[in-house]
C-alpha cells in the first residue's frame, strides 16, 4: 500500500487539462474561476444618492427647490449654496452638492426646504466601492452568488471558467437497487451514487449514473459505454479482493493503467486509481458510504483540481484509536471553534455525516488524541 501523499501526488501527476469555456453568469454558480476578474470602471461609476430627500448647495438653509432628478436621468450642471434639487434614490447627484437631506428629516414649504445636513451625507462617491482595475475575485475562486452579482455590477454577462470533465458514475453489485424500487431479503438502496452525483453537482457537473450487476459481461458492456462519454469514471463497489470484487480486471481490458491499488488509509484501503494512454481517469471507490465519501473528498477532489487544504482546529475531547492507517472521521465544528469527532458505528453507515461538518485527519501513528491539541480538519465543501 502506499500513503495518502504518496497517492494524492500520483493523482496531480495526471489530471485532464479541460479547456476553459465562457459561461453565462446564471450558470456559473459552483463552477471555478479561469482568471482573474477586475472592475472595468469605478464603481460607482458616478457620485449618486442614498436617499430620496433634497441634495442642497451649503451647509445653511433654506434652500430654493430649482429642479428635480431621478435614477437614471442626467444630473443638472450644478448647484448654488442656496439651492436644493429633489433627488431620488440612485439618481446622479448634482455637482456642487454639500450633502443630501433625507426626505424624512426635511421639511419643505412653498418652494423651500429646511433641514439639517452634513458635508456628503447620504451620498454614494465615485468609485468608493471598487475603482477601475479592482481585483474582484481571483483565478481558483469557486463562485458563488455574491461573485456572480459582483460581476453582473461590472456589466460581465459571461465569464471564463475551468471547464468541466464529463463523468460517468457506475455502481457495482447485486445487493444495490436504486432507490423508490422495491427490496428483496439483502438487498441495500444504493446511496452512493446519489452522494457522489449530488458532490459533482455543487461543482456544475452533471454525472451520468449507470449501474451493474456481479456479472463480468455486463460489467464490461457499461464501461465500455462509459469511456465513451466520460473523460472520468468512478465506480462503487467490487474493487476488494473478494470472488464478485470484478472491477479491476474489467477496467484493465478497458484499458486502463492501474496506478495504485490501496492506500493506508481508514477508511477506503481498497481504493484504485487508474489512466489511460487517451488521458481518461478511473476511481474505484470501496462501496461502504463513509469510504466512498472519503474517497470523494480527498482523492477525487484532487484530480478535479482542488487542492487539499485542512484548517487547523483544536479537539474537543479525547479520544484513543488504533494506530497503522491515516484516518479520516466525521467531525462537527463547535461554536467554539474547537471540532468534536463523531461517534460511528462503521463506514457501512450513512448517517455520520448529517451532523459533521468536515473531516478530521489523523496521523498514522497517533494513540490517543488529547483534549486541546490542534488536528488537521478538511470542511465539507457544501458548507
Known amino acids: 500500500m502506499i500513503t495518502v501523499e504518496e497517492a494524492l501526488s500520483i493523482i496531480r501527476d495526471h489530471r485532464r487539462t479541460i479547456p476553459t469555456e465562457g459561461v453565462e453568469l446564471i450558470r456559473a454558480l459552483g463552477r471555478v474561476l479561469a482568471k482573474d476578474v477586475v472592475s472595468p470602471f469605478d464603481l460607482p461609476l458616478f457620485d449618486n444618492s442614498a436617499m430620496d430627500g433634497f441634495a442642497v448647495g451649503s451647509p445653511e438653509g433654506p434652500w430654493e427647490i430649482v429642479d428635480e432628478v431621478a435614477a437614471g436621468a442626467t444630473a443638472p450642471m450644478g448647484i448654488q449654496p442656496c439651492q436644493a434639487v429633489r433627488i431620488f434614490t440612485g439618481a446622479p447627484v448634482p455637482s456642487r452638492t454639500y450633502g443630501i437631506i433625507a426626505q424624512e428629516d426635511a421639511s419643505e414649504q412653498e418652494g423651500l426646504v429646511v433641514g439639517e445636513v452634513r458635508k456628503g451625507g447620504h451620498v454614494r462617491f465615485q468609485a468608493e466601492e471598487a475603482p477601475a482595475g479592482h481585483l474582484v475575485a481571483q483565478k481558483g475562486a469557486t463562485l458563488t452568488p455574491p461573485h456572480l452579482a459582483a460581476f453582473a455590477s461590472c456589466g460581465l454577462a459571461k465569464v471564463e471558467v475551468r471547464g468541466l470533465p464529463n463523468v460517468t458514475i457506475l455502481s457495482t453489485g447485486n445487493e444495490v437497487v436504486p432507490p423508490g424500487q422495491s427490496l428483496q431479503y439483502g438487498q441495500i438502496f444504493n446511496s452512493n451514487a446519489t452522494a457522489l452525483a449530488s458532490a459533482l453537482a455543487l461543482r456544475g457537473i452533471r454525472a451520468q449514473v449507470r449501474h451493474a450487476p456481479d456479472s463480468q459481461e455486463e460489467l464490461r458492456a457499461q464501461i465500455h459505454e462509459s469511456i465513451q462519454s466520460s473523460e472520468l469514471l468512478i465506480t462503487t463497489g467490487g474493487v476488494s479482493v473478494g470472488a464478485y470484487d470484478l472491477v479491476r480486471a474489467?477496467?484493465?481490458?478497458?484499458?486502463?493503467?492501474?496506478?495504485?491499488?490501496?492506500?493506508?488509509?481508514?477508511?477506503?484501503?481498497?481504493?484504485?486509481?487508474?489512466?489511460?494512454?487517451?488521458?481518461?481517469?478511473?476511481?474505484?471507490?470501496?462501496?461502504?458510504?463513509?469510504?466512498?465519501?472519503?474517497?470523494?473528498l480527498v482523492f477525487v477532489s484532487t484530480w478535479l483540481g482542488d487542492e487539499f487544504q485542512c484548517e487547523s482546529r483544536q479537539i474537543a475531547k479525547?479520544?484513543?484509536?488504533?494506530?497503522?492507517?491515516?484516518?479520516?472521521?466525521?467531525?462537527?465544528?463547535?461554536?467554539?471553534?474547537?471540532?468534536?469527532?463523531?461517534?460511528?458505528?462503521?463506514?457501512?453507515?450513512?448517517?455520520?455525516?448529517l451532523e459533521s461538518d468536515g473531516l478530521v485527519r489523523i496521523d498514522p501513528d497517533v494513540i490517543t488524541l488529547v483534549q486541546g491539541e490542534h488536528i488537521d480538519f478538511l470542511p465539507f465543501p457544501w458548507n
Open 250 to 296: 474489467a477496467m484493465e481490458e478497458a484499458g486502463f493503467h492501474v496506478r495504485f491499488h490501496g492506500v493506508a488509509v481508514k477508511p477506503g484501503k481498497p481504493i484504485a486509481f487508474g489512466v489511460r494512454e487517451d488521458g481518461k481517469a478511473w476511481f474505484g471507490l470501496p462501496g461502504n458510504p463513509l469510504s466512498t465519501w472519503v474517497g470523494y
Open 318 to 353: 479525547t479520544m484513543d484509536r488504533k494506530p497503522g492507517r491515516e484516518e479520516f472521521l466525521p467531525a462537527q465544528r463547535l461554536p467554539s471553534g474547537e471540532v468534536t469527532i463523531r461517534n460511528l458505528i462503521g463506514s457501512h453507515a450513512n448517517f455520520g455525516l
